[in-house]
Nanobody, 116 residues
Framework: QVRVVESGGGLVQPGGSLRLSCAAS????????MGWYRQVPGKQRELVAT???????NYADSVKGRFTISRDNTKNTVYLQMNSLKPEDTAVYFC??????????WGQGTQVTVSS
């Protein structure tokens, strides 16, 4: 069974930075696209950023210019570099991996808290 492994969340000051990482537990698992989503209590899960194998990227307007998504295709790993963090970025961040059959695999989520 393939597991989606997330890491890098934590507590940071406003204006600080965090780097999230996500990978599939099986090295033979081939990923077509990767993405990061976030969710706060009482609200729908929302897109943060996505990236395809060809490195086509898409960002939510709220994070453009501050967040950068990237991937290492050899390691099947996706990263989210988060700079200039704001309190409104506080959420549980979920990694999503999509295979070549368009099946989605989700991580358990990692908490990001931005507070002074």
């Amino acid at each position: 069974q393939v597991r989606v492994v997330e890491s890098g969340g934590g507590l940071v000051q406003p204006g600080g930075s965090l780097r999230l990482s996500c990978a599939a537990s099986e090295t033979s698992f081939r990923i077509y696209a990767m993405g990061w989503y976030r969710q706060v209590p009482g609200k729908q899960r929302e897109l943060v950023a996505t990236i395809t194998t060809g490195r086509t990227t898409n960002y939510a307007d709220s994070v453009k210019g501050r967040f950068t998504i990237s991937r290492d295709n050899t390691k099947n790993t996706v990263y989210l570099q988060m700079n200039s963090l704001k309190p409104e970025d506080t959420a549980v961040y979920f990694c999503m991996l999509k295979d070549y059959r368009a099946t989605d695999y989700w991580g358990q989520g990692t908490q990001v808290t931005v507070s002074s």
